[in-house]
């Protein structure tokens, strides 16, 4: 049964994140519910799943801050993406919400050391929830610190081509070392609380590791999916990457440089983590 002082504090703790976020900007009103919803539920399941959701959402809120001015030169709709709606919250969030609920369905408020030999499907459902987040937390820090990198350029994934930064499925090497330590940030999480936490005495060492390594597969895999099915835009004057037109007449000095228009970011961010925290999941054997 779940702990009705753990719901408590789970959902107050995950109200209070959320109206914060909303009061800050970070959050549209629906985004807010939505992180209310998922943390609530997430905490009120184990501690490790909630708080490796809500520390995923508040260092990619802090780090989207980071460098506004520089983002916006880059990025025409910067600070339009910057605040959270509940599509973004879900795609970032959803599939690790089913694994905790299934993980709650079986095994209530356990939290179990990750140790295939010992659990089977206790363990394959933390690792494929640390797979989800490290994926959608290395993607993120990703994208929010390689924009940063002092190049002015980002090599294409597919082509290996230089194309403008923001680019969808371009990498930079700041990029590419921000989603290795945002991947490892989650298992350093899973690692921490799981020593209060964790009912037997595996060793659990190969959690950062772990969580690097899935930070850095989830990030790849999503530059691969955006860099076919999103198209990115190049405002050739202003060097601004800039939404694709719909319906109306285009600009000349706007020029399509990649991808095809079949999924939308949030869509990308979806596919990608949930495919990571699959294969998380099945190759954990290897690790635990």
């Not at 460098?67 to 993406?81: M, T, V």
């Not at 050391?113 to 290395?138: E, K």
């Not at 790849?220 to 719909?246: C, H, N, Y």
Request: charge should be neutral; charged fraction near 15%.
């Amino acid at each position: 049964t779940m702990s009705a002082l753990q719901a408590c504090v789970g959902f107050g703790a995950a109200g209070a994140i959320a109206w914060r976020g909303y009061r800050k900007g970070s959050l549209t009103k629906d985004g807010a519910f939505a992180a209310l919803l998922v943390g609530g539920i997430s905490l009120s399941v184990t501690w490790r799943f909630g708080w490796s959701l809500l520390l995923f959402y508040y260092s990619s809120s802090q780090l989207t801050k980071l460098g506004r001015k520089l983002k916006q030169e880059i990025e025409e709709d910067h600070a339009k993406e910057a605040k959270r709606g509940l599509i973004q919250v879900f795609s970032c969030s959803i599939t690790g919400i089913v694994y905790s609920i299934i993980y709650f369905a079986y095994f209530g408020n356990t939290d179990h050391a990750v140790d295939y030999a010992q659990n089977y499907l206790a363990s394959f459902l933390l690792c494929a929830y640390l797979g989800f987040f490290a994926c959608c937390n290395g993607d993120t820090w990703a994208s929010e610190i390689g924009t940063l990198s002092q190049s002015k350029t980002a090599v294409m994934i597919i082509t290996l081509e230089q194309v403008p930064k923001g680019t969808n499925g371009g990498l930079s090497m700041l990029g590419t070392l921000a989603s290795i330590a945002g991947g490892a940030f989650i298992g350093l999480i899973y690692l921490i609380i799981g020593n209060f936490t964790a009912s037997n005495s595996a060793s659990q060492a190969w959690l950062v590791p772990y969580g690097a390594i899935m930070g850095f597969f989830g990030s790849m895999l999503d530059s691969l999916l955006g860099a076919v099915f999103q198209e990115t835009w190049v405002d050739i004057t202003s060097k601004r990457i800039v939404k694709p037109m719909r319906d109306r007449e285009r600009d000349p000095n706007h020029i399509k440089i990649s991808g095809v228009d079949a999924l939308t970011n949030e869509q990308v961010n979806l596919v990608s983590a949930t495919i990571t925290s699959l294969i998380a999941g099945i190759i954990g054997p290897y690790f635990f």
